[in-house]
């Protein structure tokens, strides 16, 4: 199915043709981030539109990072050594993405992952470095490395492995690092900040954070047309969290050629998923160790692991089988541990997660003000909604009938999100699908009503709140806020509920300054009823922020039109604003060049200061960003200096296998057969040595060691190896060289006859006799040459350096063949008409097979195979 799925994909992405309207190559790389497994997919002019493979040609990458003796391990491979060093693989770090130190989701985490989660600097989640991973870094002269990772960092270094696989997908000269990565619809903007700060520390570009249901929404809309509008619930079980998104699908344009997809509400439960069934199902296997041996597990984190992989592996099972058996070796104190778990067993501890995994579905439709009735299917995806107890509650919640599986439940996130890239960076010619997303909290802004001069009594002023955005407002909304306002002032920017338990609520602090002298210049220059505008954004990628503030007024007394053109130029024209003005050239007038005649009020616009701080849940700052950057690029050079070692050593160590053979072989062999004695003692002295040095000192030596061993062992084989090659060269060389003779040769004999013919005809014939006396030349001169050293390395023995290189026999013979095809090109003199002699045709091959014989011991068939190539 999976596979029928990806054609599907592939298939309709051809029809799509995606190629790149630019001349510089440029990709797009999609990046699922799941708690579990990230997909990715590499959009590029001319490549296969698929999902990326991981380094085992797994279609998923486990979202681990590890440390092994302070090696760092990716994928499966950093997942698995869990069981081994809990305190060294560092998994599901999507819980912690962009949440204070003391939210209610850390201790939820650590009830599964071993890790210490500490504040960081910004009091977000960092996790305290385990033995191996911090030991690097220990020895470090400008203070000791932070003993703590971001989880920022710690996901920025599972994306830059994914951007590494990307690479060699792409090729090492393209470029790779524009990217859009999927997110849960419910992620408040803290958690973008911290997704957006990973995606900047693996050395990428953020193009765009789009939510996971709208990019299954954009996969399902790639293949299909929608002349009638459809609604889909896409329902979106993970490992972490389970959501629904309500969308409607219209088509437009005469030929439905576009398609416009509107979410209409979102619902989410955001601890209800794969992992949350993993827990329960590892509580029953703990609990029965326990039991049955008597001892306590709990704090062990290795045996605690041992069983967490176990479980995920029985859930799998179970989703196909009603009973699993299990067995662990191993598990604490050398105790193996077997039990045998039944799926209604594993349905019974979860039974409350039936109700928490529908839900959403309820919440999308309330959100959207929708019924189920309203809904043409729910199209499912993400593992958990492969489990049969989830499925059973899903169609008891909206019925069979309404359940869809027409979307690849692993993939259409990626595949979507990637399309949605290769729409947004332009480069592509793709699908015409346009997404309207929403936002999933109230946003409010709060700010102090101005005092008023004339209030005596003190009293503070009032704060005024209102709802910026509001739940369900469309992805890329601006809106201008307009303030009266002498001083500056600043916004304050809060979701109106916490976005998650024990979460802070404040967002953004805006100030805007500058004001009071900005208002003075234009009180200068004749402005009256000045005001200030904000903008406020909802972006696309579903931050709010604060574009711009400007302070705006009308210039209505035309006896000031003098001043404001001295002071800002003639007011039409921003260029000229711009070199007229000595500071900053921000000031411009917005009124229409028409606008010459005094009485037509002009405008006056003058850009604001907007200074932006964090007041609770900080995105990291760019020195902090800056520095964390630099230790990933000095992590990742530091160990291509390491795999460089690695692969010279390993380079080094089969070299000498392979000398030490070629020293062993037997006296037919090519080796020995063209090597002297003298040649194979030194050589053979020479691998004694670098073995000796490679046994004792390899461990300690750098890459230019080994390169420099490989190099003097190489300076005694190489005289030998080019020997070989030369020999064996040497009749291909030789037959080449005769061939131009023989050719040439024939090719003389003709045009001497037809020479003597046209002299006597008294015609004027194609060759004047000096250019063919100049080829009889160049001829008899090679002929001599080649006759003269064949005979010399002839005399040679096969273990002496040829005395004749076949590189300078080639070059000769196509010295002779150039001088002959020059001729044989040569245009023939204009037809007469009257002629009839048939001698003008032109010379296509200068010879003929039944001519042969006329060239002394040489092989006729090798004309007839060299003829084309004239
Ligand atoms: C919800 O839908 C009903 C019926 O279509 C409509 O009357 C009502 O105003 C809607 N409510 C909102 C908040 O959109
Ligand atoms: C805006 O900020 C800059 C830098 O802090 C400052 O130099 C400039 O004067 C400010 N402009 C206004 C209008 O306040
Ligand atoms: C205000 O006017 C003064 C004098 O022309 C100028 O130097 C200054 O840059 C202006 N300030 C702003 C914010 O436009
Ligand atoms: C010699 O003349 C014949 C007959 O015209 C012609 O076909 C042939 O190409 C000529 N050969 C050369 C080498 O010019
Ligand atoms: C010389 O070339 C001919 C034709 O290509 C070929 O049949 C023959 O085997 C070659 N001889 C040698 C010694 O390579």
Redesign the pocket.
């Known amino acids: 199915m999976n596979s029928f799925f990806r054609r599907l994909a592939i298939l309709s992405l051809l029809s799509i043709s995606l190629f790149s309207s630019s001349t510089l190559a440029t990709t797009v790389l999609a990046i699922d981030y799941g708690s579990d497994f990230i997909k990715a997919s590499l959009i590029k002019p001319g490549a296969p539109f698929d999902v990326l493979l991981d380094k085992d040609s797994k279609r998923k990458i486990r979202s681990s990072v590890a440390w092994k003796n302070g090696e760092r391990l990716f994928g499966q491979d950093a997942f698995n050594l869990a069981t081994r060093f809990p305190k060294d693989s560092y998994s599901s770090l999507k819980y912690l993405l962009g949440v204070p130190a003391n939210a209610d989701v850390i201790p939820y985490y650590n009830s599964f992952a071993p890790l210490a989660v500490v504040p960081s600097t910004r009091f977000t989640a960092a996790i305290r470095k385990g033995s191996s991973s911090s030991s690097r870094g220990a020895g470090e002269k400008n203070g000791a490395a932070p003993a703590t990772w971001d989880v920022e960092e710690l996901v920025a270094m599972q994306l830059a492995y994914v951007r590494a696989l990307a690479v060699d997908v792409a090729g090492r000269g393209e470029r790779v690092q524009d990217v859009v990565v999927t997110v849960p619809a419910f992620f408040s903007q803290f958690e973008r900040d911290a997704i957006a700060d990973a995606v900047e520390l693996a050395g990428l570009r953020l193009l765009a954070l789009v939510n996971d249901g709208a990019a299954v929404a954009i996969n399902y809309a790639m293949t299909r047309q929608f002349p009638q509008p459809e609604r889909h619930i896409v329902y979106d079980a993970g490992a972490a969290s389970t959501r629904a998104t309500v969308a409607t699908f219209a088509g437009q344009g005469k030929k439905q050629d576009a398609t416009v997809i509107t979410v209409n509400g979102i619902g989410y439960d955001r601890l209800a998923g794969g992992t949350e069934l993993d827990r329960r199902l590892r509580e029953v296997l703990v609990e029965e160790f326990e039991h049955k041996h008597g001892v306590g597990i709990r704090d062990d984190p290795k045996a605690m692991m041992k069983l967490w992989k176990e479980a995920e592996r029985l859930k799998a099972i179970l989703s196909a089988n009603t009973e699993a058996s299990s067995r662990v070796e191993s598990v604490f104190n050398d105790i193996d541990f077997s039990t045998k778990v039944t799926r209604q067993g594993f349905e019974n501890i979860c039974a409350d997660m039936n109700l928490r995994f529908v839900q959403p579905i309820y919440d999308a439709l309330d959100n959207a003000n929708l019924s189920l009735a309203d809904i043409d299917s729910v199209i499912l995806t993400g593992g958990a909604s492969r489990i049969p107890m989830v499925r059973a509650a899903l169609a008891a919640a909206v019925g069979e009938e309404k359940l869809a599986m027409n979307v690849n439940s692993d993939e259409a996130a990626v595949l979507g999100a990637a399309l949605h890239g290769a729409t947004l960076s332009r480069q592509f010619r793709t699908k015409n699908i346009k997404i309207s997303d929403i936002a999933p909290y109230d946003v409010q802004v709060s700010y102090l009503a101005e005092a008023k001069s004339t209030d005596a009594s003190g009293a503070s002023p009032r704060t005024i709140t209102s709802l910026a955005f509001a739940k369900g407002s469309r992805t890329g909304t601006r809106k201008t806020l307009t303030f009266r306002r002498k001083n500056d002032f600043s916004l304050a920017f809060s979701y109106k509920e916490p976005p998650g338990s024990e979460v802070p609520v404040e967002l953004l602090d805006v100030r805007i300054s500058?004001v009071a002298?900005?208002l003075?210049?234009i009180t200068?220059a004749g402005g009256v009823d000045p005001v200030i505008k904000a903008t406020i954004l909802f972006s696309d990628s579903g931050f709010v922020s604060v574009p711009e503030a400007i302070a705006f007024a009308e210039i209505k007394d035309d006896s000031l039109a003098g001043k404001l053109k001295g002071?800002f130029g003639d007011g039409s024209s921003s260029a000229e604003d711009g070199s007229t003005?000595?500071?900053?050239p921000?000031?411009s007038s917005s009124a229409p060049k028409a606008a010459k005649t005094p009485a037509t009020p002009k405008d006056l616009t003058?850009?604001?200061n907007v200074t932006v701080k964090f007041p609770s849940v900080a995105p990291m700052g760019l020195e902090q960003k800056r520095e964390a950057r630099q230790r990933l690029i000095k992590m990742e050079a530091e160990e291509a200096s390491i795999a460089a070692r690695e692969e010279q050593r390993n380079i080094l160590e089969g070299y000498m296998y392979k000398i030490r053979d070629l020293l062993e072989s037997d006296s037919q062999h090519p080796f020995v057969r063209h090597s002297q004695e003298s040649e194979r003692r030194a050589l053979s002295r020479e691998l004694k040595d670098v073995s000796s040095w490679f046994h004792s000192r390899a461990d300690d030596a750098q890459t230019k060691d080994f390169v420099e061993k490989r190099t003097s062992l190489e300076a005694l084989e190489r005289p030998i190896v080019h020997r070989i090659k030369e020999l064996e060269e040497f009749p291909q060389a030789l037959n080449v060289s005769q061939m131009w003779n023989w050719h040439a040769r024939l090719f003389l004999g003709e045009a001497r006859e037809n020479l003597t013919a046209e002299e006597r005809a008294g015609t004027t014939g194609r060759f004047a006799k000096t250019e063919l006396d100049e080829l009889e030349k160049a001829l008899r001169e090679h002929e001599t040459w080649l006759n003269e050293w064949v005979e010399k390395q002839k005399a040679m023995p096969m273990n002496y350096d040829p005395v004749i290189e076949t590189g300078e026999m080639r070059k000769r013979a196509k010295e002779l063949e150039t001088h002959l095809q020059r001729l044989v090109q040569k245009k023939p003199p204009r037809v007469r008409p009257s002629g009839g002699g048939g001698n003008s045709r032109t010379i296509q091959v200068p010879l003929h097979t039944d001519e042969a014989g006329k060239s002394e011991g040489e092989s006729p068939s090798e004309r007839t195979s060299r003829h084309e190539e004239l």
């Open positions: 500058g002298e900005v003075a210049n200068e002071l003005s000595t500071v900053d921000s000031v003058i850009p604001l």
